[in-house]
């Protein structure tokens, strides 16, 4: 399935490529760096824990879960009026009501600049109207999104806590903001914080904790040789690659090696 939302570092390259494989029989699904999903979407997991920092994301995906007609019905309304007057009258005028907010946040993210998530000082989304003009979007089946995330639970929390609570055989997927690469300033940011070096250490104990309990643990990052010597002991580490959808031009697109860190 494809996800309904854009986003930097979105993982839809991954599900496609056929250099990695996931297991296919496990026990829970955990990813707490959610994003646009593109993996949680292509394994359709019966159960688990998806969360992430983003409040707007995650209310999104519980307004969806819980009336996606209602969100579906205003995005149409989003659709129709859709113009850049009224795309920066409705970046600027933040919605309160669950669905009218849910919808607010997938109208941004469809027609502002390449999908990209980015908040001022003051937590105001302020990325500038991009070239997209549809806002509904022919492969969009938000019935199927709502009856798959009605098998798990979604949360905004800190990933500790998710991978808190792997158990023997569950799966976890990690895809954490990148750090010290071509790309980095582009994926550091989480939230209102900046994604540091000490924030990938406890990442790190989290993971190896929960493979100590025999968790199959997952997790991709940009070729960068801090994160590769972080994992190269304890994790087999594929060069594999993807294409780039942040600049500006197609021109300008090219490929790009990521490492998917698999742990032994």
Not at 209 to 237: C, F, N, P, Q, W
Request: hydrophobic share 40%; aromatic share 14%; charged share 25%.
């Amino acid at each position: 399935m494809t996800p309904f939302l854009k986003w930097a570092g979105g993982k839809s390259w991954l599900v496609n490529n056929i250099n990695v494989q996931f297991p296919t029989k496990f026990g829970k699904y955990i990813e707490p760096f959610l994003g646009s999903g593109a993996v949680f979407f292509d394994i359709k997991p019966k159960s688990g824990i998806i969360s992430d920092l983003n409040g707007d994301l995650i209310d999104s995906y519980t307004a969806i879960r819980s009336d996606y007609k209602s969100v579906e019905e205003i995005l149409k309304y989003h659709h129709h009026m859709h113009s850049k007057d009224y795309y920066y009258m409705m970046r600027a005028t933040k919605p309160t009501e669950k669905y009218s907010k849910a919808a607010w946040f997938i109208y941004l993210n469809r027609t502002c600049w390449n999908g990209l998530y980015r908040v001022n000082l003051k937590g105001e989304f302020n990325v500038p109207i991009g070239t997209k003009t549809s806002v509904i979007m022919r492969k969009d089946n938000f019935k199927a999104v709502s009856e798959i995330l009605g098998a798990v639970d979604i949360v905004k929390q800190d990933f500790s806590h998710s991978l808190s609570l792997a158990d023997n055989g569950d799966l976890i997927f990690v895809d954490p903001p990148y750090h010290n690469s071509s790309l980095s300033t582009k994926f550091v940011k989480y939230q209102d914080t900046i994604f540091g070096w000490d924030e990938h250490f406890r990442l790190r104990s989290q993971l190896i904790e929960a493979r100590l309990k025999g968790a199959h643990v997952i997790m991709t990052h940009s070729v960068t040789e801090s994160i590769e010597y972080l994992y190269k002991d304890i994790a087999d580490i594929k060069l594999v690659s993807r294409r780039d959808t942040l600049a500006a031009s197609s021109d300008f697109r090219g490929r790009y090696m990521e490492m998917v860190i698999i742990f032994k």
